[in-house]
């Protein structure tokens, strides 16, 4: 089993920044895949930005240019360095991961960022 904690999520002005930082714990030999998805009331929650062993990254267009995911794997930990919010970036960010290309998911508890004057 695997357990996800998330961890700097809260409020922030439009233009201002963030970082998000998740730890994975647990029976972990290897991680395929740690990413960060969210969830904006009355929509589906989305992709973000996810990095792969390797290195390998992918985000989402609407945060291209702007936010930056980066993982630790000795430590098992993957951080989202948020900069230039905007109000549509609000919503509860989760965290995801990825044992193997085979394996289940682990979700994390989710962290509310909000993006407001």
């Known amino acids: 089993q695997v357990q996800l904690v998330e961890s700097g999520g809260g409020l922030v002005q439009p233009g201002g920044s963030l970082r998000l930082s998740c730890a994975a714990s647990?029976?972990?030999?290897?991680?395929?895949?740690m990413g960060w998805y969210r969830q904006a009331p009355g929509k589906q929650r989305e992709l973000v930005a996810a990095?792969?062993?390797?290195?390998?990254?992918n985000y989402a267009d609407s945060v291209k240019g702007r936010f930056t995911i980066s993982r630790d794997s000795a430590k098992n930990t993957v951080d989202l360095q948020m900069n230039s919010l905007k109000p549509e970036d609000t919503a509860v960010y989760y965290c995801?991961?990825?044992?193997?290309?085979?394996?289940?998911?682990?979700w994390g508890q989710g962290t509310q960022v909000t993006v407001s004057s």
């Open positions: 995801k991961t990825r044992l193997s290309f085979y394996s289940r998911d682990f």
């Open positions: 647990g029976s972990i030999l290897s991680i395929y895949f």
């Open positions: 990095v792969t062993t390797g290195g390998n990254t």
